[in-house]
């Protein structure tokens, strides 16, 4: 390498740089027009969908570690087995029978926490660079984005184990950040239903046609390992699909958010990871919006 390689210098200064597809998406050269081209398609994606994907945003000779690095954290993920409705919460007696509000899906979801995810990881590497980081901000016209405050939720892998799925649901957090780092053999896509609510809009009617079989308004993501997606999460029900073979599927889901000091709360974050941290004892909850949208 050599020093007056301008990548080769971003990455000594940015490691997450030397994971990341440098001669497709040119994150060290924010003045570039073709970083700008980058930054326009993605929004354009995010503002037709609510969803963009960058193609093996990952290098190709990084993906075998990509994968080794989440299959060795595999085995630390808390799983945990309860019927929830799509929000997230308990049934409501209010609504009527079959109401989006008042049905239960089984979730069966596996998180390795944050703070088992080492300094020494390209998993921290990525989530931590700068240039990424400005990248989204970018995409998401804010001056910058902050990572979560929460040690737990900030950086996680999802582990969906063979004949598993990751049932519907909408998240809390406006959007996420995700990496597909090891496909299952077969099954295991990702579907969402694009901005089918929005704040102060619940949209019962379209979440129960879904909740019913009803796929017409339901896209399905071909994801290869190494490719990046920014998803708004919370206004697009989504899932993983049921999984086949003797594989696990992986994500690395990186949390980031428009406001700094973002913690969860603690009975939500016992449910998730099996336990919490001092700092999640927050009273009045940091996640909670204000977009009249049921969490
Ligand atoms: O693993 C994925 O692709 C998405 C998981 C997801 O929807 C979530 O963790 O909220
Ligand atoms: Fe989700």
Not at 88 to 95: L, N, Q, R, S
Not at 106 to 122: K, P, Q, S, Y
Not at 129 to 153: G, I, K, M, N, Y
Not at 257 to 274: C, D, H, N, Y
Request: hydrophobic share 40%; charged share 25%.
């Amino acid at each position: 390498m050599s020093g007056s390689d301008p990548s080769a210098r971003a990455t000594a200064e940015d490691p997450g740089l030397a994971w990341i597809d440098l001669e497709r998406y040119p994150l060290h050269r924010p003045d570039d027009p073709s970083f700008d081209a980058l930054v326009a398609r993605v929004q354009a994606d995010l503002d037709a969908r609510g969803c963009a994907v960058i193609e093996r945003f990952i290098r190709d000779d990084a993906l075998s570690k990509l994968a080794a690095e989440t299959a060795a954290l595999a085995p630390r993920a808390h799983f945990t087995r309860a019927q929830a409705t799509v929000y997230g919460g308990e049934p409501d007696a209010d609504f009527a029978p079959g109401h989006p509000r008042r049905r239960t899906l089984l979730r069966e979801n596996g998180f390795v926490a944050g703070d088992l995810i080492g300094n020494d990881t390209l998993l921290r590497a990525v989530y931590h660079s700068p240039a990424l980081q400005h990248f989204l901000a970018r995409c998401l016209d804010e001056p910058q984005v902050h990572e979560f405050a929460d040690p737990l939720a900030q950086l996680v892998v999802n582990v969906v184990r063979p004949e598993h799925m990751h049932a519907w649901h909408f998240d809390t957090n406006e959007f996420i950040v995700t990496l597909l780092t090891q496909p299952p053999e077969t099954g295991g896509e990702f579907q969402y239903a694009p901005a089918i609510r929005a704040p102060g809009q619940e949209n019962y009617e379209h979440v129960r046609a879904i909740l019913d079989g009803d796929h017409s308004r339901v896209r399905t993501l071909p994801l290869a390992p190494g490719d990046m997606q920014i998803f708004f999460g919370r206004y697009s029900l989504h899932r993983v699909a049921p999984t086949a073979g003797s594989r696990d599927r992986y994500t690395a889901i990186m949390g980031y958010s428009r406001t700094p000091g973002l913690m969860g709360q603690a009975a939500k974050t016992r449910q998730i990871f099996g336990r919490s941290l001092d700092g999640h004892n927050s009273p009045d909850g940091a996640w909670k919006r204000d977009d009249d949208l049921t969490d």
